[in-house]
C-alpha cells in the first residue's frame, strides 16, 4: 500500500470526533458520514468496549444499536490506530456501510464482564 491509500474507519468511542484520540492521530480527517450497528458496549472505566453480541452470553433486550462516525484516514494514521487498537485487545471487523466497506474495532470477547453496566453510549 502506498502512503496515498486511504481507509475507511468507523468509530464509537475516543476516535470520535472531538475525542481525544481523533484529536491526536486525526484531527483533519473529513467525516464522510455515519452508520449504525448492533452490538453490546461496556466501559472499562477509560474507553468503551463494543462486542458482537453474537460471541458474549448477553439477553436479546441489552442488545442495542450503535451510531458509528465514519472517517477517512491515509496508510500512517490507518496503522497508528491498527497498532493503538490491536494492542489495547481490540480487533479489525470489516462492516459493509452505505459509504463502503469500513473498519471497526470490536473487543475480544473475552473481555466482556457478564457483571459490568451495559452503556448506550460512550461519552468522555
Known sequence: MTPTTKHRIAT????????????????????????????????????PRLFDSKEVEVSPEFVK????????????????????????GYRSVLIDTKLGPATVYIS????????????DEFTE
Not at 484529536?23 to 453490546?40: D, H, K, Q, R
Not at 450503535?66 to 489495547?88: K, S, W
Not at 475480544?108 to 452503556?119: L, M, R, T, V
Open 65 to 88: 444499536t450503535y451510531e458509528l462516525q465514519i472517517f477517512e484516514v491515509d496508510e500512517r494514521q490507518f496503522r497508528t490506530i491498527e497498532n493503538m487498537e490491536h494492542g489495547a
Open 12 to 47: 464509537y468511542g475516543t476516535l470520535k470526533e472531538g475525542y481525544g484520540n481523533y484529536n491526536a492521530i486525526m484531527p483533519n480527517c473529513p467525516l464522510l458520514g455515519t452508520t449504525a450497528i448492533s452490538g453490546v458496549m461496556q466501559t472499562n472505566g477509560w474507553f
Open 108 to 119: 475480544n470477547p473475552a473481555s466482556f464482564n457478564p457483571d459490568g453496566e451495559i452503556i
